[in-house]
């Protein structure tokens, strides 16, 4: 579908222009200047030439077949060019112009427009507002960059034209290449999805990096980058991730950014590799580039100072990365050729005065090690250091099918061999850190396609009863209310539905009722107001916990009615439910919002009050299985308290991932439901019950407005 646009045999350039200063021009020659093989067309409604080339005033005055459209023309101007162009035949276009989304309400009218006719021409649009797209192997500089990046296997795809340019300045001055370079714009028609679609298939790709602001349709996505990420890796670098942040981005293009807990969710889902900056993307794009698949977790790290040795160490303790042990014979080859003060363990601290024999020792010696994965190589220039020496020397270790970060500290004395290591394929890298997280994102990524074939137990496969939760929810509907109910029939019965566990309890209208539902659930119980649209129920005085007896029942009915009666006058206030009191158990929580792009996002981690304070939770993108729900668990620092720490007893893992899963179809089963928040679960190891919960529903859904 998009080939058109990387390969075309010709091209036309709507706004050529004469004048040198116009953007028009400038794409023109760009097109030409690189050595594009195909046919350039530039058109002009005043006709005329540009650089001794014939302006066509109209598109159909050309007479050959057209394969793909530059638009460079004003916004107001763009629809009927695309009408041209579909009368034409050309089914691939590229509108550089800005002025549409991004500006606001009249933008977008425009942009609607445009679509409208490309959809008529069956016609695929990239852009508005966009720098274009390079193809370095087709010699094809299609947009307003000027600069040609040399051919290699590294593709980019971004939302911002002017990331693209600093990007290009940059990876030319770092000596970087790019196979296919894309600039998406306002994403109008072709987004994210339908290039990583076109990349998968691409074998001129071996990475792809990614600048994106938003993400349109978030499941398509998650499809697309499962299926990449299996065959190379997707490297993203996403902004927008705050609030101040989210803001920016509907000003600059137009678009709406996804929450960042559901996009790393997605993320680590599907295996892509999430970088934090600009400098992430390509220290990652440079290991992944130049590395072979990464084996293990075990790291040698070699160099000739004792302090940045120290650091890489210390920096590679907060990674899934470990230092490797030697096997017998390596270390008593370390010990009997490197110097008395050398350290010989690992790190390597092949002393300030190390000469490329030194290197060449205990790079060859660990490298070959089966104990080894990986190597980091660090040199500071000094006096006596051989640098360009040791820089072949580790060119050369490449060879044993191992990937190898080098780290060259230092200015003026490294920066010649700097290029040297990178024209032959090694990542080098200035600062030990930088390497450390490279090589972890490498191995992660690794061990992710390994498990890419694991079983996955299917997930709603659960006896659920959804028929039950339907008439609880729908009910709340008609009611016009934002929570379900707590009282009778209400969010514990849509829980029990759904395999959740929960706490007994009874609900009633009156203090009688209210007395045989005490001795019914059994003392020590807590009681709550069940008035529909309380949500905090604690902070209006709506909940008395420790009830040992019916007098104390009595003193807390009459409290909570008092309360409730002047904060809902117009409520029955004597509606209350009474639970039996959970004493025991670990404290978790569990739930879920939904995000306008990846749908529903489930969250788990220890619960009760220190839910907010402590932060301690995994995400995932709903439907989770039960491999993923386990894989929640353990994702929390705190699941060694679940798993049973310092002689406690474990707790029922198996009742945590029903309740997980449970959650999880429940958002899949009903889109009408927008959160949904059980605070806390007790877990013992006999049981994971339900103690509070919540589930809030968009009464602004369609589905919701016909039950309404």
Same mark, same amino acid.
């Given at each position: ?59 159909? =005055? ?23 162009? !579909? ?14 989304? %991004?500006?606001?309400?009249? !933008? ?68 970087? =290449? ?34 994106? %602001? ?106 899934? @990365? ?12 370390? &010990? ?40 980091? &190589? ?7 250091? %051989? ?100 009282? %009778? ?9 759904? =395999? ?84 025991? =158990? &670990? ?56 798993? !049973? ?61 016909? @039950?309404?």
């Amino acid at each position: 579908m998009l080939r058109d646009f990387f390969s075309p045999k010709s091209i036309a350039v709507i706004g050529a222009s004469r004048n040198k200063e116009k953007l028009g021009s400038l794409v023109y020659k760009n097109i030409q200047k690189y050595g594009f093989k195909g046919k350039v067309y530039g058109v002009n409604v005043k006709g005329g030439s540009i650089g001794g080339d014939k302006l066509y005033e109209t598109l159909s =005055g050309i007479e050959g077949t057209v394969d793909l459209a530059v638009v460079v023309v004003p916004a107001k101007a763009v629809s009927a060019v695309i009408r041209d162009c !579909g009368e034409k035949g050309i089914r691939s276009v590229i509108i550089i112009s800005a002025g549409f989304s %991004e500006t606001g309400v009249n !933008g977008k009218k425009l942009e609607t427009a445009i679509m409208e006719t490309a959809s008529e021409y069956d016609m695929r649009i990239l852009g508005p507002n966009c720098l274009g797209i390079i193809d370095s192997w087709s010699k094809m500089n299609a947009s307003f960059a000027e600069s040609m990046p040399d051919p290699m296997s590294i593709s980019l795809l971004s939302q911002s034209g002017a990331i693209c340019t600093a990007i290009l300045d940059w990876a030319g001055y770092n000596e970087i =290449g790019f196979s296919r370079f894309v600039s998406m714009g306002n994403k109008l028609d072709i987004d994210e999805n339908d290039i990583l679609d076109f990349l998968y298939h691409d074998d001129k790709t071996k990475v792809v990096l990614g600048y994106l %602001e938003s993400i349109h349709d978030g499941k398509r996505f998650m499809e697309n980058a499962r299926k990449l990420v299996a065959k190379k890796p997707l490297i993203i670098v996403k902004s927008g991730k705050t609030r101040d942040g989210a803001r920016t981005v509907s000003s600059h293009t137009g678009s709406v950014t996804g929450s960042s807990v559901a996009v790393s969710a997605a993320f680590d889902e599907c295996g892509v590799v999430q970088a934090d900056s600009l400098e992430d993307l390509f220290d990652f794009a440079r290991i992944f580039s130049f590395s072979p698949e990464m084996k293990g977790d075990r790291v040698t790290i070699i160099s000739n100072a004792g302090g940045p040795a120290v650091m890489t160490a210390d920096a590679l303790d907060k990674t899934a @990365l470990k230092l490797a042990k030697f096997s017998p014979k390596v270390k008593r080859v370390l &010990v009997e050729n490197l110097p008395a003060e050398a350290a010989t363990d690992n790190p390597i601290d092949i002393l300030g005065d190390a000469l490329s024999d030194r290197y060449r020792l205990a790079i060859g010696e660990t490298i070959k090690d089966e104990n080894v994965d990986a190597l980091i &190589v660090i040199l500071t220039p000094q006096v006596m250091t %051989e640098v360009e020496k040791t820089a072949k020397i580790i060119v050369d270790a490449k060879k044993h099918g191992k990937p190898v970060a080098a780290c060259f500290m230092g200015g003026t004395r490294v920066e010649p061999v700097v290029d040297f290591l990178e024209e032959n394929k090694v990542a080098v890298y200035n600062f030990p850190e930088r390497a450390v997280k490279s090589l972890d994102v490498l191995y992660k990524y690794h061990e992710f396609r390994k498990k890419l074939n694991e079983k996955s137990e299917n997930v709603g496969q659960g006896n659920y009863k959804k028929a039950k939760a339907e008439r609880i929810i729908r009910e709340a509907s008609q009611r016009k209310s934002r929570n379900v109910s707590q009282g %009778e029939y209400g969010v514990f019965d849509v829980f029990d539905a759904y =395999g959740i566990e929960t706490v007994r309890r009874a609900y009633s209208e009156n203090w009688g009722q209210l007395k045989e539902g005490a001795i019914k659930v059994g003392y020590p119980v807590v009681l709550k107001t069940a008035v529909s649209g309380v949500v905090h129920r604690t902070e209006v005085g709506g909940v008395v916990v420790g009830i040992e007896d019916r007098k104390a029942l009595a003193q807390a009915y009459n409290s909570i009615k008092g309360k409730i009666g002047k904060v809902f006058p117009h409520e029955n206030s004597q509606a209350m439910t009474v639970y039996k009191m959970e004493e025991e =158990g &670990v404290e978790i929580f569990i739930g879920a919002k939904r995000d306008s792009s990846f749908g529903p996002v489930v969250v788990f981690g220890i619960g009760g009050i220190y839910v907010e304070a402590f932060q301690d939770l995994s995400y995932r993108i709903a439907p989770v299985s039960r491999t993923e729900a386990l894989k929640m668990i353990d994702d929390i620092k705190a699941a060694k308290i679940l798993h !049973g720490f310092r002689g406690r007893q474990k707790c029922d893992i198996d009742k945590i991932i029903r309740s997980i899963m449970g959650i999880s179809q429940l958002m899949i089963d009903f889109p009408e439901i927008k959160e949904i928040d059980i605070n806390p679960l007790k877990v013992t190891d006999k049981k994971c019950v339900a103690v509070d919960g919540k589930i809030i529903l968009d009464l602004q859904l369609e589905r919701v407005k016909e @039950l309404v």
